[in-house]
């Protein structure tokens, strides 16, 4: 990709803004090349290993949290939240948030113009800040996937314009079913914050209850690295197991109107300027 369309605002079209209106989610290929796809996947390492190093550590301070929620464990290493994958695979991780305060290269992502652009139509605001922004990892073999649920219900207690947190998920490997793709529940954005899940677990409150939408709307979302998916805080959506040798890992950047605190940091992050 060259440097001028790099800096392109790459707005979305009419079509594509009335899928989204539609459907919940647009999907866009061929966003960043797989040079760029390189530097995403060895900033992802470097996370790791970061994140890693200082959750050793965690024992020794007091600006950390180490705990367990459904037998997960998280850790928190000031406001940057670790969670690491499931059961026995402790030694790796599942999800860094917010990953742009620990690695510069994903901070950079999240004024780029391809990302930017679509999102002040899709918030909609002329000028963004940012929410909040994930890496999640999906190690092969062994990632865990996530269950049905929604964000905006997730947000509502920081935020009171849940309506206006889009997201864009940047695939920096491969994305198919076997190792655990996003997939969606086509449409259910139009019914707002639906009920979540009474079952005794600790965070089943976060899940969608499955009397709540209609799981044969299933979209898989399928494609190349270096793909965008945007999608909607009210939309029905997660993701199965990592049961390939393949990684899945992905940065899910969530935009809102400037002006806003971030959800983790509580510092307002400006975009693009
Ligand atoms: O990474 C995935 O497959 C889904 C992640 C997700 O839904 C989330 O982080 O809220």
Not at 6 to 14: D, G, I, Q, R, V
Not at 222 to 229: F, Q, R
Request: hydrophobic share 40%; with cysteine.
């Amino acid at each position: 990709m060259s440097d001028h369309l790099k800096n392109e605002p790459a707005s979305l079209t009419a079509a594509e803004l009335a899928h989204y209106a539609v459907h919940g989610f647009v999907v866009r290929q061929n966003v960043f090349d797989s040079q760029e796809c390189e530097i995403f996947c060895a900033a992802a390492e470097r996370v790791e290993a970061t994140m890693l190093s200082l959750a050793d550590g965690v024992e020794h301070s007091s600006r950390y949290a180490d705990y367990r929620l459904d037998g997960n464990r998280f850790v928190d290493v000031q406001h940057v939240t670790v969670q690491f994958e499931h059961g026995a695979n402790a030694r790796l991780l599942r999800v860094v948030e917010p990953v742009n305060d620990v690695e510069p290269v994903f901070d950079q992502l999240i004024d780029d113009a391809r990302l930017c652009g679509p999102m002040k139509q899709l918030v909609p605001s002329e000028r963004l800040g940012l929410w909040t922004a994930k890496l999640n990892f999906k190690h092969p073999r062994v990632g865990s996937g996530f269950g049905w649920h929604q964000d905006a219900p997730y947000w509502i207690h920081d935020s009171d314009h849940v309506e206006k947190l889009p997201n864009v998920m940047v695939m920096i490997d491969d994305a198919a079913r076997s190792n655990g793709c996003l997939r969606v529940i086509d449409g259910s954005h139009r019914a707002g914050c639906l009920p979540g899940c009474d079952d005794g677990r600790q965070l089943a409150g976060f899940y969608t209850h499955p009397d709540a939408f209609d799981e044969d709307a299933e979209v898989l979302i399928e494609c190349p690295a270096g793909s965008v998916v945007f999608f909607d805080p009210h939309i029905v959506h997660g993701s199965g197991a990592n049961t390939s040798g393949s990684p899945r890992r992905a940065i899910i950047i969530t935009y809102q109107p400037c002006g806003f605190a971030a959800l983790k940091s509580g510092l307002i992050r400006h975009v693009g300027v």
